[in-house]
């Protein structure tokens, strides 16, 4: 049966040390290249993406609109679109109290 140190030297005996040192260099040991950090893309400031839940009920009625806007030519009508015009109708002292 071979000895633990029969087996390192057996490794010796096939590789050679510089060939080894070199592909371990060049492979697993060589840092990251440094990448120089690129400019950061500006985001919008005239507008935010956000999140909202509504009823599916409610969704189905503005995507129902959005449908019938595009059917009448509005061509860049969407549900965004729509709810900023909404906004702009809403009185607020018309808002129901249970709102």
Do not use: W
Request: a neutral charge; one cysteine or more; hydrophobic letters at 35%.
């Amino acid at each position: 049966m071979n000895k633990p140190e029969d087996l390192g030297n057996a490794a010796h005996r096939i590789f050679e040390r510089n060939e080894v040192e070199t592909v371990l260099n060049g492979s697993f040991f060589t840092p990251e290249p440094v990448v120089p950090p690129q400019a950061k893309e500006e985001k919008p400031t005239h507008y935010k993406v956000i999140c909202i839940s509504m009823y599916t009920e409610t969704l189905g009625k503005l995507d129902g609109m959005v449908r019938e806007l595009k059917r009448r030519g509005y061509t860049k009508a969407n549900r965004s679109a729509l709810i900023r015009h909404a906004l702009d109708l809403v009185d607020l002292d018309e808002v129901p109290r249970g709102l």
